[in-house]
């Protein structure tokens, strides 16, 4: 809209309106979609660092798990393996 106004192109202002919506709830959408979660129940049968797991659940299905809000060095930084083992 603003690169459009700044080559003296008039836009509605209902067309404006359809925009600024259209991209709400398509960052709605997003953040919904971010924020689901599944449960899942299994055994931990891999650790790759301090914030990544992978679990086995009951019909031997490998799943990647990334922890959320750890903050844990990547196997390659500093005092990584000594994350991994903890």
């Known amino acids: 809209v603003a690169a ?9 202002a ?3 309106v359809e925009l600024l919506m259209r991209t709400c709830i398509y960052a709605l959408l997003c953040l919904t979609l971010h924020t689901f979660a599944a449960n ?9 660092d301090g ?3 992978t679990v086995l659940d ?3 299905i ?3 798990i990334r922890l959320s ?8 930084n500093h005092s990584g ?3 991994k083992k903890a």
């Open 40 to 48: 899942i129940e299994g055994r931990v049968v891999g650790v790759a």
């Open 14 to 16: 209902v067309v404006k």
């Open 4 to 12: 459009a106004e700044k080559r003296g192109i008039t836009i509605p």
């Open 69 to 76: 809000g750890i903050d844990a060095p990547e196997k390659g």
């Open 58 to 60: 009951a019909v031997k």
């Open 51 to 53: 914030d990544t797991i």
């Open 81 to 83: 393996s000594a994350r």
């Open 62 to 64: 490998r799943h990647k």
